[in-house]
């Protein structure tokens, strides 16, 4: 078992998600990051879909009953083991009694913990994504025992990699939404010719941006939505939905993130600039 010491700010089980459910009002979910999610089973050499410990802002500390290994990465969060620094995206091998911990965090906004083989955690739907009420919990709270698999040995085909930060980047490339037409000359102008900052509002549903568009009047009825869909409300602002966010909506959707851009963004946190660029 892995022993919540501290829970961190908020930090959830996620996998890739839940597919095929949309229709039914249940979100995605999953990895924010899939990116950096991915390229730390890929060094555990496991199943793409292995649940991780996603990690936001302030990190837990964790206590290991057994043997296992393990790989971060992310956002650059001070990690230790035992009181030692240690590196991201690289294999460590943890032993009984070892404690995991996060320190301050210096870029990016949401790391990912993975162990060999992946948290065990309740599958729901065929994920083993947090996602409240549709599972018993929206996060990991202190007290928290996390059941993995006891491992003792395990040779990895590789034992680092190097992987670019995405908190450094700013360019979030997109596609034309459903209502895309809408938007006027001085609208399109202003959209695709300005820096965006991250407004307070951004969680794991969806992402506000500080600056507005111009108001407009255009109605549409309710709509599919899906993680990466940007809504512009009537006063002008605009709304990135993200990994839970709703499966419909009545704001016009007039553009749509690619998945890289939605990895990019994920790394985002309040006062980060970002720009749209059209695919």
Do not use: W
């Amino acid at each position: 078992m892995l022993k919540v010491l501290k829970s961190g700010f908020f930090s959830t089980i996620q996998d890739t998600g839940r597919y095929g459910l949309l229709n039914k009002g249940v979100p995605v979910s999953g990895q924010m990051d899939a990116y950096s999610a991915s390229k730390v089973n890929q060094l555990l050499e496991n199943q793409e879909d292995a649940a991780l410990m996603e990690i936001t802002m302030t990190g837990p500390t964790l206590a290991f009953d057994e043997p296992t290994f393990i790989c971060f990465g992310g956002a650059d969060m001070s990690v230790t083991l035992n009181n030692e620094p240690i590196e991201a995206f690289k294999i460590h091998a943890i032993q009984k009694g070892d404690i995991l911990s996060y320190g301050r965090l210096q870029k990016g906004f949401r790391s990912y913990l993975g162990v060999k083989d992946g948290f065990r955690t309740k599958r729901v739907l065929g994920s083993r994504s947090f996602y409240f009420p549709l599972t018993e919990k929206s996060h990991i709270t202190d007290g928290m025992e996390i059941e993995y698999e006891t491992i003792s040995d395990f040779t990895p085909k590789l034992t680092a990699l190097k992987v670019g930060a995405l908190a450094d980047e700013t360019l979030l490339t997109v596609s034309h939404g459903p209502e895309f037409e809408i938007l006027t000359h001085e609208q399109l102008d202003v959209l695709f010719d300005k820096e965006y900052s991250i407004a307070k509002e951004y969680n794991r549903m969806a992402y506000q941006l500080q600056e507005n568009l111009s108001p407009h009047q255009s109605s549409i009825l309710t709509s599919a939505t899906m993680p990466g869909t940007v809504q512009l409300t009537p006063s002008g602002k605009i709304i990135i939905l993200m990994r839970d966010g709703q499966t419909t909506g009545g704001y016009p959707r007039i553009l749509q993130l690619t998945k890289d851009a939605i990895n990019i963004l994920a790394q985002k946190k309040y006062g980060d600039k970002i720009i749209f660029k059209n695919s």
